[in-house]
């Protein structure tokens, strides 16, 4: 039997990293496409999606301008990469046969739609993915706080942070220490307090005053994002 989604809507978000694959930088279509299957599995069960996708793999504004570069502009830069991979997550699953759009912060017509609120929840009603590019269209910002501010503002029951290399929120650097222990949930304030790596503060701050949980797992197991949606498997649950 098909297992039960214990979610109606959800924003999953990931780093740009993790479609590049091997090779450190840009683009991997193949690692693409092994994402892209994962989300429709989801799609499969009837769970409307959004999805953010940052830009690391590509372009960090905060990278550029520690090399110089004028900060607002290197920001711009950022999110202009992330528009290159919420491009190509369209086009891989657009291939599985999944529809979706994808909606810019930055408005440029002939590439994706403009963000416009209800647009966007008339396109998740119709089972769309919604692949919300360009962060929040503002520099200073992360494509995390994106995450959480398109998933609050399209009523999103929780939020997804795929991870590569890791499957939860530990008490330490699990890379670094071997005792590190993975936390089965985490307060929000923990997450700031002890400085958790989830995401940047902003963001943690803003799915606190809206109680948005976020399941932190990771993207490397197969069938994962499906399982957690389903109630199985490990994570982090931030709340
Ligand atoms: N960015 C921005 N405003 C936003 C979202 C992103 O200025 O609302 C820029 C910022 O320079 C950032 C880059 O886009 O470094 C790529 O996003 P991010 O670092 O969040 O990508 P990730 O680390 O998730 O791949």
Redesign the pocket.
Known sequence: AEPQAKFKRVML?????ALMGDQGFGLHPPTVERIAREVKSVHDLGVEICMV?????V??????SAQGMERTT??????L??VMNALAMQSALEGLGVFTRVIS?ITMNEVAEPYIRRRAVRHLEKKRVCIFA?????????????ATLRANEMSCEAIFMGKNGVDGVYDKDPAKHADAKRYEQVSYDDVLTKRLGVMDASAIALARDNNLPIFVFSLDEPGGFRGILAGEGTYTRVQ
């Open positions: 978000k990931i780093s740009g990293e996708i940052g830009g690391g793999n372009f960090r504004g905060l990278q550029g290197a920001d711009y830069m950022g999110m990469a992330t912060a360009a962060g929040t269209g503002n520099p200073y910002f992360t494509t995390d706080t994106a």
